[in-house]
């Protein structure tokens, strides 16, 4: 049985309106309706709450309802170093930046005979728009893969 099945089955074991249970949960009727009708699903909280209240286990009440169990489960990941991630975020989208400019210089400097000669030379010009997509993208992907324990 999936979990809007058994909820709804749940509350009415117990010979309470969606209003009540509503009520005793600190969220809206309509909320209960839609966890009835599969159209979403409680966090946390209010599991502990329901399991509490029918005096059966999360369990339970997750059993066999395999896309509520999984939605929990992403829902309580949190990333360890968000501020990392977003830093490297930011580097990336630097880098690319950089490359773009780069490739429009590249372009100017064929139809528009634009002097950059300096910046051909430069380290600047040759390493570091790639470089910086590089290390951005490693570290992006790296710390959008730590969560943190609990």
Not at 4 to 23: A, F, T, V, Y
Not at 25 to 48: D, M, T, V
């Amino acid at each position: 049985m999936y979990f809007p099945q058994k909820i709804k089955e749940e509350r009415l074991k117990h010979e309470m309106s969606q209003q009540q249970l509503g009520e005793l949960l600190r969220i809206s009727r309509q909320s209960i309706s839609k966890w009835e009708r599969g159209e979403g699903y409680p966090g946390i909280e209010s599991l502990i709450k329901l399991s509490e209240v029918f005096d059966i286990t999360i369990d339970e009440l997750l059993k066999g309802d395999n896309h509520l169990k999984e939605k929990i489960i992403e829902d309580g990941k949190q990333l360890a170093y968000p501020k990392l991630k977003l830093f490297f975020d930011i580097l990336l989208i630097i880098g690319l930046l950089l490359v773009v400019a780069k490739i429009f210089l590249a372009i100017g400097n064929k139809f528009w005979d634009f002097d950059i000669t300096f910046f051909r030379g430069s380290i600047l010009y040759m390493a570091i728009p790639f470089t910086t997509s590089i290390i951005g993208a490693i570290g992006s992907e790296t710390f959008s893969k730590k969560y943190k324990e609990k």
